[in-house]
């Protein structure tokens, strides 16, 4: 029931423009050919900013991506989009930490800013 709370709160106070705006991200990405590779990344990473709570991210060794071809994409994405997604995602959670109520919040914010530095080769699960 805590989870259904937190993600409806969530939802409410920002998750849904989080979302939102990865979603459009992954739609420009795959409108180019270059940018495809981190298509579905930025798609995972969005039904994860609309839901966080009761989820976790974890690598997926399986992932046709997930060896040198992964590094190496992710050190691009990196490079020309991740270190500032993450810095928002960052600062968003400073400010979620100010109040007590926002703590775990800012904690899935973190955990959105470590996804938004290297999104290749992950993957999103349900809690046990």
Known sequence: MM?????ILWLIFGGWISGLVWLLG???LALTVVGLPWTFAAWRIASYSFWPFGREIVWQDTH??????????NVIWFV?????????????????????IGIPFALKDLELAKLALAPVGRTIREKA
């Open 26 to 28: 992954g739609a420009i």
């Open 3 to 7: 989870r259904l709370i937190l993600n």
């Open 80 to 100: 020309v989009a991740g270190w500032y997604i993450a810095l928002t995602h960052l600062i968003i959670a400073v400010a979620e930490f100010v109040s007590i």
């Open 64 to 73: 046709p991506v997930a060896g040198c071809v992964g590094v190496v994409l």
